[in-house]
């Protein structure tokens, strides 16, 4: 009886394999498991946002009725900025582009009336600013510094440093290469975009945007708007330039310190 105990179990039969061969199953590592349990969870809340994100903007593209006082209102402060935007072009002098301390400008856009007056709202999107706590490089030129008077009320500007420009590049940065957007985290992509121009890596890249460089144009263009984080104390949309206790404006170096609270 034992030796008939002892055969039968050396013929145990191995469990079946995929696809129905016998042999050993796949050994699947833990970290690897423990990965996909997260892609699955990050997937469902991924669902759940963007299901959260329709939902949002059906409730806000809901027909609501305005009273007629509502119209009169918006139309005067669209006549009313339009107004003040072309006193400032008379009034205020600017300074030539040549005696400023820096040729790089970093311009914000901060929070402000949802209805512009087209003009207002050209420039913004010339100057891809057309999003809140958005910002973009620009070269200090006269064409571009006019720009930034126009549309002054609802911007904050200023004279970047090398650390605030890198660590904006680096931690926030994204190109646009044939229409889609994609993290700075691919030299590849980068020389694909802007080899043609020397710039073949992502240090070339903040070479080019901290120094103005020749080939600035390309490179900003290539650049997508930075998104930065809200502050602790939000920006409020005063009206007033930055020197009279506003946000708006030129701040010169003052801009770092609050680059470094948004990024």
């Known amino acids: 009886m034992v030796n008939g105990g002892e055969d039968e179990a050396s013929r145990t039969v191995p469990p079946l394999a995929l696809g129905g061969t016998t042999g050993e199953l796949a050994f699947v590592k833990e970290t690897v498991l423990k990965k996909r349990k997260e892609n699955a969870d990050w997937a469902l809340r991924n669902r759940e946002r963007k299901a959260e994100k329709r939902q949002r903007i059906r409730a806000e593209n809901k027909v609501i009725v305005k009273r007629p006082e509502d119209f009169v209102t918006a139309f005067r402060n669209k006549e009313r900025d339009f107004l003040r935007m072309r006193t400032r072009l008379k009034v205020r002098k600017q300074p030539p582009a040549e005696a400023l301390s820096s040729k790089l400008i970093f311009a914000i856009r901060i929070p402000g009336s949802v209805d512009l007056h087209p003009h207002i709202r050209k420039i913004l999107r010339k100057l891809r600013l057309t999003k ?57 992509l980068i020389e694909k975009a802007l080899g043609d121009h020397g710039i073949i890596c992502l240090e070339d890249l903040v070479h080019e945007i901290a120094t103005v460089g ?20 939000r920006l409020q949309m005063k009206k007033r330039p930055y020197k009279d206790g506003g946000d708006s404006g030129n701040r010169g170096d003052k801009i770092n310190e609050l680059i470094e609270k948004l990024n």
Do not use: W
Request: glycine fraction near 6%.
């Open 132 to 188: 809140v706590l958005t910002g973009v490089f620009l070269k200090a030129t006269e064409l571009t510094l006019k720009r930034l008077l126009v549309i002054e009320p609802f911007i904050t500007y200023g004279f970047p440093n090398l650390k605030n420009v890198k660590e904006l590049i680096y931690k926030k940065g994204r190109g646009f290469l044939d229409k889609e957007p994609f993290p700075l985290t691919s030299n590849d």
């Open 214 to 233: 020749p080939h600035f144009k390309d490179a900003s263009k290539f650049l997508m708007p930075i998104k930065l984080k809200c502050p602790e104390r």
